[in-house]
């Protein structure tokens, strides 16, 4: 994985929580800003991505009860609870539905000793690193990112 400063960029990288957090900070921005409705084709132009991807993840956020959808006249999506009450970890479990490691998908050789401890030891390690992985995500919200991301903004 390459890194620039403090920019990643890995091609095979799910970028499913990226983009959920990305859609909520602009809908909590254009909410503090008077605008409590935004389209997918207005959120799909600040991630710079397809509208279909946007309604994707919105639709995901949407079952998690994390942003309503408004259809007819004045259609859109806007949050469904205030931005400092949505936090990071409850997106990714909105939009993640898969472990982040995974174990290989062949059974590892059992007449080897490695092949033999592998699993056990792994699923451990993974564990303590999901663990640490919701805290950090479940003390983050959505306007402390916001406020973060317009604190970059004026430096």
Same mark, same amino acid.
């Given at each position: ?21 990305? $859609? ?20 799909? $132009? ?7 991807? &946007?309604?994707?993840?919105? *639709?995901?956020?949407?079952? $998690? ?20 009450? &949505? ?18 998908? *062949? ?9 033999? *401890? ?30 973060? &991301? ?6």
């Amino acid at each position: 994985m390459a890194s620039t400063g403090s920019s990643f960029h890995t091609m095979s990288a799910n970028s499913r929580l990226t983009i959920g957090a990305h $859609a909520l900070a602009w809908l909590a921005l254009a909410q503090r800003r008077g605008r409590p409705v935004l389209t997918s084709d207005e959120v799909a $132009a600040s991630v710079r991505t397809n509208p279909v991807v &946007i309604r994707r993840r919105l *639709g995901e956020l949407h079952r $998690a009860g994390l942003v309503d959808v408004r259809r007819g006249a004045g259609a859109g999506w806007s949050l469904a609870r205030p931005a400092d009450r &949505i936090t990071l970890l409850d997106v990714y479990t909105a939009v993640e539905h898969d472990p982040i490691f995974a174990m290989h998908p *062949g059974e590892p050789n059992p007449e080897c000793p490695v092949g033999r *401890g592998i699993r056990p030891a792994l699923h451990a390690v993974y564990g303590d690193v999901e663990a640490v992985l919701r805290r950090r995500l479940a003390g983050t919200s959505i306007a402390a990112l916001l406020d973060q &991301i317009m604190r970059t903004e004026r430096e």
